[in-house]
């Protein structure tokens, strides 16, 4: 489902699932960006499936949760 189209449309298509996926945890609560852009890029460049995203959303997010980041960068992604 996320490997079509250029680089740019994965991008966003993968914001836009991440934000309604956040929304929907937090009953639209959560309206802050918790992905950097460089993390949204990273997360483009490796993730072909929602499933993909799901799990590497949810790694990052713990990962930066654990080192008290209060945002998820491309270095977390990276990391993982």
């Known amino acids: 489902p996320f490997a079509a189209g250029t680089p740019e449309e994965k991008e966003n298509l993968i914001k836009r699932y991440i934000d309604l996926k956040l929304r929907s945890a937090s009953n639209g609560a959560c309206n802050v960006e918790i992905f950097t852009p460089g993390a949204l890029k990273a997360l483009a460049e490796r993730c072909?499936?929602?499933l993909?995203?799901?799990?590497?959303?949810?790694?990052?997010m713990y990962q930066a949760y654990i080192?008290?980041?209060?945002?998820?960068t491309e270095d977390?992604?990276?990391d993982i």
């Open 67 to 72: 080192t008290k980041e209060t945002i998820v």
């Open 52 to 60: 993909n995203v799901n799990v590497l959303c949810t790694n990052a």
């Open 76 to 78: 977390v992604i990276n």
């Open 48 to 50: 072909e499936t929602p």
